[in-house]
């Protein structure tokens, strides 16, 4: 069966691009080969989760020769992470989406911890306590403690019919979890310190606007309290130097300016340090086995920066980034040794890839790349700078066919989810896929994106539906005006916020596109944030209130940026894609506007992806839509 599809879908895909035959879309649209990869604390050993297209394995190999020692069957689960504890243990967090009976809400998407033992190569549920629930709701602390490896998780247990996040021990050697504090009604996260102790308790009400950071020196008292409607302060580690906290915090500058800052608070102190990192989009970099920060990441100008704080470490990381000229290199992963490092490098010729470094040998070894099917026709992406109608300076991508001339091409607008997120320099399956059809594709970071700075950010507030929306189509007339594209010929394609950017696109910034694929979008602004917001969390409706420059949900300027109110505006086909299990955004909001289209008489199609959730994790239901999404361009918008 699975040779039937992939013959039916290569007769049905293949297509000539500029003179070169295109792959087919089954090699864009499947589960990427290798999707994530990590080297053990000891260095001897990889992780990898390795894919056929659509089943996941997860593969333990030996550093030293690269052979496979053991294959952990995952099939169609989906895997969320993997990390190491210790040398001969993998912490393995799945997802599943359903509603558990006896909890009030809608669907959920639970993680689930597993522990995989790799000198056996089974691996087995970490079981949950009495009164608990067996999910975590972050990424495991590992911490070695007496010379043995532990996991703290943060999971629910029950208190008074509520639940309350709280901090769980597991030893890797019983394989027995132990609850080692149960938090409060507001708690919201947690940090052990390194002999595996929680010592900082995270607050926050969002009814009352109190953040609270709670810290334990031989008692629990409140360290540091701040009034925060939306960005408040968050733990984000050990500190440098393995004892403090590590605090994340947006704060105010002296020029009027908002950053954000690192900062860390040392064991028994009544306030926190001087502010680090001043920068809005840097990353913690953090050492495996203990916690603790040992540098941080940056991207400038689509650059990247990596600052660690040991010199030696600073030096082996130069050294290993100048061995790949002209591509971007990522630390995925490092040994404690400091010897041996994972890296991520995605070349502009060559495509992606990992390599294992080992700075001892002078060697390095390729890895599986995630999309090597495709690298023969890899499609050239190059960064464009454009104003936007107010003057605002935006930055983003353009992708256009291998081997064609960029002039009077059609255009694909390929707006990002979020919108609090941001487009990354480097490969793009989902462009690259749009671009080896014959389309040049288009990704703006509009204003209100994440990650270049604070101003930036806020330029989007109360500019959704808005500027927000016109800073893309800005971008279509600057490339119409270089003679790169066609405005003849657009069309515009997004999933989650970019879904909606979909809707808009054809239902209020109306006569820029001839078509328009939502994937997961938001129609009725009004009903989501409605949704979003159940249960009480104020915060998340402050933050979508915010963007939508509105203040509250019966403000009736919100008609006026939801698409389901304008359907009459829309004069161009729109295909609806949306996963039946997705739980960010629900499957009703593709079902009603649907619904009414169909109704006004407008031209609509509706996917429906079974099984698959807000994120495309399941290999056959995202070919599903990256093989409708294309016939639909085809159909509406012939290269």
């Known amino acids: 069966m699975f040779r039937a599809i992939f013959v039916a879908a290569f007769c049905l895909a293949v297509v000539l691009v500029g003179g070169v035959r295109a792959a087919p879309l089954e090699a864009y649209g499947k ?83 597993l522990d995989a033992d790799i000198r056996t190569g089974k691996a087995k549920p970490v079981i949950a306590v009495p009164d608990t629930m067996n999910v975590i709701l972050r990424e495991p602390m590992i911490r070695t403690v007496n010379g043995k490896p532990k996991a703290y ?185 400091r010897k041996k490092f994972l890296v991520h490098v995605d070349s502009p010729t060559d495509g992606p890839s990992y390599a294992l470094v080992d700075i001892g040998k002078g060697s390095s070894d390729w890895l599986a790349g995630p999309y090597d099917g495709v690298l023969k026709d890899l499609a050239p992406t190059t960064r464009v700078t454009f104003k936007a109608a107010d003057g605002l300076t935006l930055t983003g991508y353009l992708t256009t066919p291998k081997g064609v001339d960029p002039k009077n091409l059609p255009l694909v607008v390929f707006p990002h989810g979020g919108p609090a997120a941001r487009d990354e320099p480097g490969f793009d399956w989902w462009a690259q896929a749009m671009a080896s059809r014959g389309y040049a594709v288009l990704q703006v970071n509009y204003r209100g994106s994440w990650g270049l700075g604070w101003e930036f950010l806020a330029a989007g507030f109360g500019q959704f539906g808005r500027k927000m929306q016109t800073d893309l189509s800005d971008g279509v007339r600057y490339l119409a005006a270089q003679g790169t594209i066609d405005p003849k010929r657009v069309c515009i394609v997004g999933g989650s916020y970019g879904g909606y950017a979909a809707l808009a696109g054809a239902s209020i910034d109306t006569g820029v596109y001839r078509c328009a694929v939502s994937v997961a979008g938001i129609s009725d602004l009004r009903r989501f944030v409605s949704w979003d917001s159940e249960g009480g969390d104020q915060e998340t409706r402050r933050f979508w209130l915010r963007y939508l420059g509105v203040t509250s949900l019966s403000d009736a300027r919100l008609a006026q940026v939801s698409p389901i109110e304008h359907v009459d505006q829309i004069k161009i086909p729109v295909l609806l894609i949306h996963g039946a299990d997705d739980t960010r955004v629900p499957f009703e909001q593709s079902q009603i506007m649907f619904d009414a289209l169909r109704k006004a008489g407008k031209p609509v199609e509706l996917v429906r992806l079974k099984h698959e959730d807000h994120h495309l994790l399941i290999g056959d239901t995202r070919l599903q839509m990256l093989e409708a999404t294309v016939a639909f361009l085809q159909k509406n918008n012939p290269p």
């Open 31 to 113: 589960l990427p080969a290798v999707e994530q990869a990590t080297i053990s604390p000891d260095g001897t050993h990889l992780a990898l989760i390795v894919t056929d297209g659509e089943k996941r394995n997860i593969v333990i190999e030996q550093t030293s020769d690269l052979k496979t020692v053991h294959v952990l069957l995952a099939g169609n689960t989906r895997v969320h992470s993997i990390q190491w504890a210790g040398p001969n243990h993998l912490i393995v967090t799945i997802s599943t989406t359903t509603f558990v009976e006896g909890l009030m809400g809608w669907e959920h998407e639970w993680w689930l911890p």
């Open 153 to 337: 998780l943060e999971g629910w247990s029950f208190a008074d019919h509520q639940g309350r996040n709280s901090v769980f021990e597991y030893d890797l050697n019983s394989g027995l979890p132990n609850l080692i504090r149960q938090g409060r009604q507001h708690t919201y996260d947690w940090l052990v310190d390194a002999e595996g102790k929680p010592f900082v308790e995270e607050n926050f009400d969002s009814e009352a606007k109190r953040w609270t950071l709670t810290v334990s020196n031989g008692a629990w008292k409140a360290s540091k309290v701040i009034e925060a409607a939306i960005e408040h302060p968050s733990i984000v580690s050990l500190g440098r130097d393995g004892k403090s906290v590590l605090i994340a915090a947006s704060e105010e500058q002296k020029d009027g300016s908002t950053m954000q800052v690192f900062r860390e608070i040392a064991p028994g102190a009544t306030d926190w340090g001087e502010p680090f990192a001043a920068d809005q989009d840097h990353d913690p970099v953090l050492d495996q086995s203990t916690g603790a920060l040992i540098g941080v990441h940056t991207l400038v100008d689509d650059q990247d920066h990596y600052q660690f704080y040991d010199p030696h470490l600073q030096r082996y990381w130069n050294a290993v980034v100048s061995a790949y000229p002209g591509a971007r290199v990522t630390l995925a992963s490092l040994s404690d040794d």
